[in-house]
């Protein structure tokens, strides 16, 4: 238990509040005192929005215990009533607010304490109030509370409450499978093991389950599915058991990663295009909401179903916010958040984002692989990181925005500096997880798409030729 100090001796890093949540390295900057006046900080925050009950999760890493021990402490000390659900995927923490305390008017609010697809030394917080997700200024406003003592006291109660066999109960009223599939599912050893396998073999799939323990030190290999080198295993055992499909959760299950009976990677925007048919065929002229890393190819499919399509800004968050004031159906990210509101609640889930996308494969008589050829691919490059520091990655951003390489292109700057030609597209961003830039590429053929990473490299040497694009 963290021990209680005084105002007067809080200390706190200020770089572990990022524009989608707060994370740190345990014991470093992300200490239990830290987490102790963040609860205090989010009490505050939720009773000014009368909001007096949250509910607290945690995934599987080893500092997760001890965080949430000192997060429900500073909670109550605020005057917060606590609802624990333990040990589960972010999904169901995000479920678990609206299904748990059904007694009041509270609903949509609770903290995540997950380090996601981080190191092992990591750990954060993914918070929520009243069914909005905390970013950027939200989260800042939690740091000025606690720096400016603006911390009332109070006494908040506890319980707990089990929540796993509910969230698939509800998910398998809502999923109908048309046959059963044979599915390799990759848990990468995070706390999607403790559902996902279970999840699907009650939606009445053949279920092949790989590291579904959990392990916080993650043995077998990152549980990141963005990164195709962490998607070999489930590759080659999909292979190997003959499935019709593999699926890989994050390091807590809100990101979804898919490859096909051939073994080919289908990357989120492409799955997005599958989820988009079958939407707007329900839907027509809803708005679909993508960030700036998806390939325009998916806007133009959109547009095309007579759907409207709006290219945002990058991260969980964001999406969700879009979600909330656009009142569009459904909405993703290149990295695997996938947020459903037609049927679900508009969070971001790969649980049920898989046992959506399992419900229209299942309904095919083609493999998975002739699915998604309804969907061509253009020459493409996956996510790519270039090591930086945490100031110079937007260092790097803001003297790009003054460069004149990309003026033949159509640039956008809601995310970075997005640059679209009549060939392919290019994007470069700051990470807001980590201290990198990030970047990708697509193009109509392997020249074009080797033509704009070279103005791209171009415009960065001009800033640090050090920075090189792999």
């Given at each position: 238990m963290?021990?209680?100090a005084?105002q007067?001796?809080i200390?706190?890093d200020?770089?572990?509040?990022?524009?989608?949540?707060i994370?740190?390295?345990?014991?470093a900057s992300?200490?239990?005192?830290?987490v102790?006046w963040?609860?205090?900080?989010?009490?505050a925050e939720?009773?000014?929005?009368?909001?007096p009950?949250?509910?607290?999760?945690g995934?599987?890493?080893?500092?997760?215990p001890s965080?949430c021990?000192s997060l429900?402490k500073?909670l109550?000390d605020g005057?917060i009533?606590v609802?624990?659900?333990?040990?589960?995927?972010t999904p169901l923490?995000?479920?678990?607010?609206?299904?748990?305390?059904?007694t009041?008017?509270s609903?949509?609010t609770?903290i995540?304490?997950t380090?996601s697809h981080?190191?092992?030394e990591?750990n954060?917080?993914?918070m929520?109030?009243?069914?909005t997700?905390?970013?950027?200024?939200?989260i800042?406003r939690?740091?000025?509370?606690?720096?400016?003592?603006?911390?009332?006291e109070g006494?908040?109660?506890y319980?707990k409450?089990?929540?796993i066999q509910?969230?698939?109960?509800?998910?398998r009223d809502?999923i109908?499978l048309?046959?059963?599939?044979?599915?390799?599912?990759?848990?990468g050893n995070?706390?999607?093991g403790?559902?996902?396998?279970d999840?699907?073999?009650?939606l009445?799939?053949?279920?092949?389950?790989?590291y579904?323990?959990?392990?916080?030190?993650?043995?077998?290999?990152h549980p990141d599915?963005?990164?195709?080198?962490n998607?070999?295993d489930?590759i080659?055992?999909?292979d190997?058991?003959?499935?019709?499909?593999g699926?890989a959760?994050d390091g807590d299950?809100d990101?979804?990663?898919v490859v096909s009976?051939?073994?080919?990677?289908?990357w989120?925007d492409?799955?997005?295009?599958?989820?988009v048919?079958d939407v707007l065929?329900?839907?027509p002229?809803?708005e679909i909401?993508?960030d700036?890393?998806?390939?325009?190819r998916?806007?133009?499919l959109?547009?095309d179903l007579?759907?409207?399509a709006l290219?945002w800004?990058t991260?969980?968050?964001h999406?969700?916010?879009?979600?909330?004031?656009?009142g569009a159906?459904?909405g993703?990210?290149?990295?695997?958040?996938l947020?459903f509101?037609e049927?679900?609640?508009?969070f971001?889930?790969?649980?049920?984002?898989?046992a959506r996308?399992?419900e229209?494969?299942?309904?095919?008589t083609r493999t998975?692989?002739?699915?998604?050829?309804?969907f061509p691919l253009?020459m493409?490059?996956?996510?790519i990181?270039?090591?930086t520091?945490e100031?110079?990655?937007f260092?790097v951003i803001d003297?790009?925005s003054?460069?004149h390489d990309?003026?033949d292109g159509?640039?956008t700057t809601i995310d970075g500096?997005?640059?679209?030609?009549?060939?392919?597209w290019?994007?470069?961003?700051?990470?807001n997880?980590?201290?990198v830039?990030t970047?990708r590429?697509?193009?109509?053929?392997?020249e074009?798409l080797?033509?704009?990473?070279?103005t791209?490299q171009?415009?960065?040497?001009r800033?640090?030729?050090?920075?090189?694009?792999p």
């Amino acid at each position: 238990m963290v021990s209680q100090a005084s105002q007067s001796e809080i200390q706190l890093d200020p770089e572990i509040f990022r524009a989608y949540d707060i994370r740190g390295v345990v014991e470093a900057s992300l200490t239990p005192s830290a987490v102790y006046w963040i609860g205090r900080a989010f009490a505050a925050e939720a009773l000014s929005q009368q909001q007096p009950v949250a509910v607290v999760g945690g995934d599987g890493r080893h500092s997760t215990p001890s965080l949430c021990e000192s997060l429900t402490k500073g909670l109550n000390d605020g005057g917060i009533n606590v609802i624990d659900v333990g040990i589960v995927p972010t999904p169901l923490l995000y479920y678990a607010t609206y299904r748990v305390d059904e007694t009041t008017s509270s609903a949509g609010t609770g903290i995540m304490i997950t380090g996601s697809h981080n190191p092992p030394e990591y750990n954060g917080l993914k918070m929520m109030i009243g069914g909005t997700t905390l970013a950027e200024t939200a989260i800042q406003r939690l740091r000025h509370r606690i720096v400016n003592k603006s911390l009332p006291e109070g006494a908040g109660t506890y319980r707990k409450k089990r929540v796993i066999q509910d969230y698939i109960s509800t998910v398998r009223d809502d999923i109908q499978l048309s046959r059963p599939l044979k599915v390799v599912v990759d848990c990468g050893n995070g706390v999607a093991g403790l559902v996902a396998p279970d999840l699907l073999a009650t939606l009445g799939c053949n279920v092949v389950p790989l590291y579904a323990d959990v392990d916080g030190d993650f043995p077998n290999h990152h549980p990141d599915p963005a990164d195709p080198a962490n998607l070999l295993d489930l590759i080659s055992a999909v292979d190997e058991h003959h499935a019709d499909l593999g699926i890989a959760f994050d390091g807590d299950g809100d990101r979804l990663g898919v490859v096909s009976n051939s073994g080919t990677i289908i990357w989120p925007d492409r799955i997005l295009m599958l989820l988009v048919r079958d939407v707007l065929n329900r839907n027509p002229g809803a708005e679909i909401i993508f960030d700036v890393k998806c390939s325009n190819r998916l806007a133009s499919l959109i547009n095309d179903l007579g759907g409207r399509a709006l290219m945002w800004k990058t991260g969980h968050s964001h999406i969700k916010a879009k979600l909330k004031e656009t009142g569009a159906l459904l909405g993703g990210e290149f990295s695997g958040h996938l947020c459903f509101v037609e049927r679900w609640f508009g969070f971001d889930d790969a649980l049920y984002s898989a046992a959506r996308l399992l419900e229209l494969l299942s309904a095919e008589t083609r493999t998975v692989e002739d699915v998604f050829l309804d969907f061509p691919l253009a020459m493409s490059t996956p996510e790519i990181k270039i090591p930086t520091t945490e100031k110079k990655k937007f260092d790097v951003i803001d003297a790009l925005s003054h460069n004149h390489d990309f003026e033949d292109g159509k640039i956008t700057t809601i995310d970075g500096i997005r640059v679209d030609y009549d060939d392919g597209w290019g994007l470069i961003r700051a990470s807001n997880t980590s201290p990198v830039l990030t970047l990708r590429f697509e193009a109509d053929s392997n020249e074009a798409l080797a033509r704009i990473k070279n103005t791209f490299q171009t415009a960065i040497n001009r800033i640090d030729p050090g920075l090189v694009i792999p």
